[in-house]
């Protein structure tokens, strides 16, 4: 059932346990429990169900009273997220973000494209030999790869833009804003802390900012500063760490946090990384190549696509992670600078991102040698994310891949 805001839907009282009844007895003619009973399953799937009142309690009761399997999707996060009290311990929530490569390349080309799941669990990440394996699987299928990866690298991930991939960019940006970011703006923006407004303008010019510094950790000092000279307007600290949250619960965002091994205050700024690099292009206007032959024939936006690919790789690492986590490591006097760093339990795997045609084995893996030598960061090994399959260095505690290798792994 979809739950599109219609209006005859609001004249029903409690109208998923309504609909639900009504499907018992037209279409089952028995309970959803009698299925149950006589060995069946029944599956009930509701789409766009935040656009309901009270949605959260009619699940509940639901669920409480019903043996049946409930499937909820929505395009709103943050107004799914809202229901999750109700239903504490009865739900179990998927981030599916945008399309992988393996859908792109189903959609844009009918064509399979072999992705690499851990076996077990998200603990065979912690083996060194999983990482050279997503690293031959992608050299193997180099020519598919390829192809799909330029065509994300292109557009990004967002499903409407490779169903139309006909329609030139500069009239599907329009779409695309309208559709995502805007949609967000309209709708989760109703949703103030304890009845607070938030301004609209605040937070399209603050996602702006944060399409600029994509793959950075500006601050919110910096935030504030640049908010006040655009706006002209006295916006606080406080208030721009709030709408951040707010744009990473909505999804449009994905903050990445420094990593702290010992309890203490914590220090640093989190990384920023967007759900979708095509975000970016459209908000913007700004399109940057991000394949290699791209950036060859554009070699000033080079610096700009490594902060893009890191915050490709960010956000995909953050939202396919499972039950791991995903950090960042600050520069420290100590301490040079990784881009992230994947945790799984009390092992560590850090990932530098270095997105240029040339790597130097000793100074573009530096970071990643001194995180690995210090003991009480339990790291077996670093990865290394490049533009190219052809990047080998000498340390055997590094291995090295392509970002489009990289988005491989599921």
């Not at 109208?15 to 089952?28: A, C, G, K, S, T």
């Not at 409480?64 to 929530?93: K, P, Q, Y």
């Not at 100590?334 to 270095?354: A, C, M, S, Y």
């Amino acid at each position: 059932m979809q739950f599109d805001e219609l209006p005859s839907l609001k004249r029903l009282d409690e109208p998923i346990l309504r609909i639900v009844e009504w499907f018992q007895h037209v279409i089952l003619r028995r309970t959803l429990n009698e299925v149950a009973a006589s060995g069946g399953t029944t599956y009930l799937f509701f789409d766009e169900v935040q656009n309901l009142r009270d949605w959260d309690a009619q699940l509940k009761a639901l669920v409480d009273h019903h043996t049946t399997r409930v499937v909820v999707t929505g395009s709103s996060a943050l107004r799914i997220e809202a229901g999750r009290d109700s239903l504490a311990g009865r739900i179990h929530s998927l981030d599916v973000g945008t399309l992988k490569l393996n859908e792109i390349s189903a959609i844009r080309f009918g064509t399979k494209l072999e992705i690499a799941r851990p076996e077990n669990s998200i603990e065979d990440l912690l083996r060194v030999d999983f990482w050279k394996e997503l690293r031959e699987l992608g050299a193997h299928q180099q020519e598919g790869r390829d192809a799909v990866f330029s065509a994300f690298a292109e557009r990004g991930g967002y499903p409407l833009v490779h169903e139309h991939a006909d329609v030139p960019w500069d009239q599907i940006t329009g779409q695309l804003n309208e559709t995502v970011i805007n949609r967000v703006i309209q709708h989760d923006l109703r949703l103030g802390d304890r009845g607070r407004r938030r301004d609209p303008d605040l937070l399209k010019e603050l996602f702006r900012l944060a399409c600029r510094y994509a793959g950075q950790s500006p601050g919110t000092l910096l935030f504030q500063r640049e908010i006040q000279r655009v706006m002209s307007a006295n916006v606080g600290a406080q208030r721009v760490r709030q709408y951040l949250d707010f744009l990473d619960r909505t999804l449009l965002l994905r903050m990445v946090e420094p990593l702290e091994i010992r309890l203490k205050k914590r220090k640093g700024d989190a990384k920023l990384c967007l759900a979708d690099h095509g975000l970016r292009a459209s908000w913007l206007g700004e399109v940057v190549p991000l394949t290699p032959d791209g950036l060859r024939a554009a070699p000033e936006s080079s610096s700009l696509a490594g902060r893009i690919a890191e915050s490709v790789a960010g956000s995909y690492l953050k939202t396919n992670l499972g039950a791991g986590d995903l950090r960042h490591v600050p520069a420290r006097p100590d301490q040079p600078e990784i881009d992230f760093v994947l945790v799984i339990g009390t092992q560590r795997i850090p990932i530098e991102i270095k997105y240029q045609r040339r790597i130097d084995p000793q100074g573009d893996t530096e970071g990643l040698r001194s995180f690995i030598e210090r003991a009480v960061n339990r790291a077996p090994f670093g990865v290394l994310v490049t533009q190219s399959d052809d990047v080998l260095v000498p340390d055997p505690r590094i291995v090295t891949l392509p970002l489009s290798s990289l988005l491989l792994l599921r």
